[in-house]
């Protein structure tokens, strides 16, 4: 299903209305995509979900890794739904999960460390050592499934293990205060009688009362609850991300206009907070965002706001219709643009959809490591990788294998592959921060970039069918 086929016709030749015009029209169309999800799950679907988790009255870490964690990876989640229901034969699902998890904990990482304002960004070893053992748990779930257990297909069964995983690691997150206390006791007594505190643990710094969270504080009671003596010692990958995604909203006035470009909040103007552009790109970003921000106002009640407070089940549901709308769209665009340059799906999934789908997540590092907050941004690179893969992947899998009661069809080749860089990535960024006492440099920042750079190239050669042996014989 293509609704750009059916409007354009097949391809870019003569059964195209616009042929190679439309180009640029397909192009943008995947771009203002990124753009409309972003907003979306920024502005109204985080807001909804944390009402949620305060009617359900979860605790902090079970609704960051379960409510909080939907909200940052929705466009992961939808993409790969999207493209599990409507694209069977050319699945680009695995691709943007695998891509963007390749994406995070190198760009994402990266960014975090340049953006810092230090030369040397120390990291909490307790977070960091939970989420990538589970992180590494899934990537290895992954591997088997791509290559041992059902080769070039997936039954139902492996998306349901992908999911009870994931509860695994909700169940920890429930018990994560408990953990990290018996944890750092465990090292307290190997290194006999050395502070655990004093074992690279640097603890995140706690929002001081002059902060632009505490002058800025939101009506929301659940932001309220969540905001108080927060600390990576006893909150999750999905918390860490939630306060990152209200402190782009809530700083956005004390950042200046360049914030107007990064956070998709200051796009509409907003009779008790926003204030109008004040820049020449402030403005150019304001009018862009403009008909989405607009379309999403007048659709989407925002229960962030007190007069909308008691329709947050009203905005949960309106916020996935236009998620899985701006999904479809996005994988549609960028699917017709691919078919018009005739790049492969594989190199679409893997490099456009996974650095798109990931903007939310990369805009919030960016702006929550220049207020000092990198190790945050870090911690959340990592945590959501998690979600995308076991529940990014696990859940359609799951969800549409057994409505089908078939198994789904699935191109592992070039996919295990990517997978094992992806556990040689984690192996190497692990080696990195240990060599260096549990912190990350600049250095270490910049390889990881490099890292990244590798991997498009692997990527792009191997989509082209490109060797040593046959170079001039590329399918380019």
Not at 131 to 137: G, I, R, S
Not at 143 to 152: E, G, R
Not at 296 to 312: G, I, M, R
Not at 382 to 407: E, K, M, Q, T, Y
Request: net charge negative; charged share 15%.
């Amino acid at each position: 299903l293509s609704l750009m086929e059916e409007v354009d016709g097949p391809g870019c030749g003569a059964a195209s209305k616009l042929g190679l015009w439309g180009l640029p029209v397909w192009l943008l169309g995947t771009l203002y995509m990124f753009l409309g999800l972003a907003i979306i799950c920024d502005d109204y679907f985080v807001a909804s979900l944390e009402r949620i988790s305060t009617a359900l009255d979860l605790s902090m870490d079970v609704a960051g890794a379960t409510f909080m964690a939907a909200g940052s990876s929705a466009p992961e989640l939808f993409a790969s739904l999207v493209g599990t229901v409507f694209y069977p034969d050319a699945n680009p699902g695995p691709g943007t999960i695998v891509g963007s998890a390749i994406f995070n904990i190198t760009v994402i990482v990266a960014m975090s460390v340049l953006f810092s304002g230090v030369a040397v960004l120390p990291l909490v070893w307790w977070p960091l050592a939970r989420d990538c053992t589970f992180y590494a748990l899934s990537v290895v779930l992954l591997m088997l499934s791509f290559k041992v257990v059902t080769p070039d297909r997936i039954d139902w069964w492996e998306g349901l293990v992908f999911v009870l995983v994931y509860c695994v690691y909700i169940v920890v997150m429930k018990y994560n205060v408990r953990l990290s206390a018996w944890a750092m006791g465990a090292v307290e007594k190997k290194n006999s009688g050395v502070s655990a505190s004093n074992l690279h643990q640097v603890p995140v710094p706690v929002h001081s009362p002059t902060s632009p969270q505490q002058r800025r504080s939101t009506s929301s009671e659940s932001s309220h609850r969540y905001k108080e003596g927060e600390r990576p010692s006893s909150a999750g990958a999905g918390s860490h991300r939630q306060v990152m995604i209200r402190s782009v909203g809530e700083t956005r006035a004390d950042v200046g206009d360049e914030a107007a470009v990064s956070s998709v909040s200051a796009h509409v103007l907003d009779e008790e907070e926003d204030e109008p552009p004040r820049s020449p790109l402030g403005w150019l970003s304001y009018i862009v965002a403009l008909p989405l921000a607009t379309l999403l106002k007048v659709t989407v009640p925002n229960c962030a706001k007190e007069k909308w407070q008691s329709f947050y089940m009203v905005t949960f549901v309106m916020s996935l219709v236009w998620i899985g709308i701006f999904s479809f769209l996005m994988v549609d665009f960028a699917k017709k643009f691919g078919n018009c340059c005739q790049i492969p799906n594989d190199v679409l999934a893997l490099t456009v959809l996974a650095a798109g789908t990931s903007v939310p997540d990369a805009l919030a590092s960016v702006l929550v490591a220049r207020e000092g907050e990198g190790v945050m941004a870090v911690s959340n690179a990592v945590g959501s990788n998690v979600f995308d893969v076991l529940i990014g992947l696990g859940f359609p899998w799951f969800a549409v294998g057994a409505a089908r009661a078939a198994p789904l069809k699935i191109s592992s080749t070039g996919l295990f592959m990517y997978t094992i860089f992806l556990l040689a990535v984690l192996v190497a960024f692990l080696g990195m921060i240990k060599l260096q006492s549990w912190s990350i440099t600049r250095g270490s920042g910049i390889l990881l970039l490099l890292m990244y750079g590798v991997f498009l190239i692997i990527a792009l050669l191997d989509a082209y069918q490109c060797t040593p042996n046959n170079l001039s014989w590329c399918k380019l």
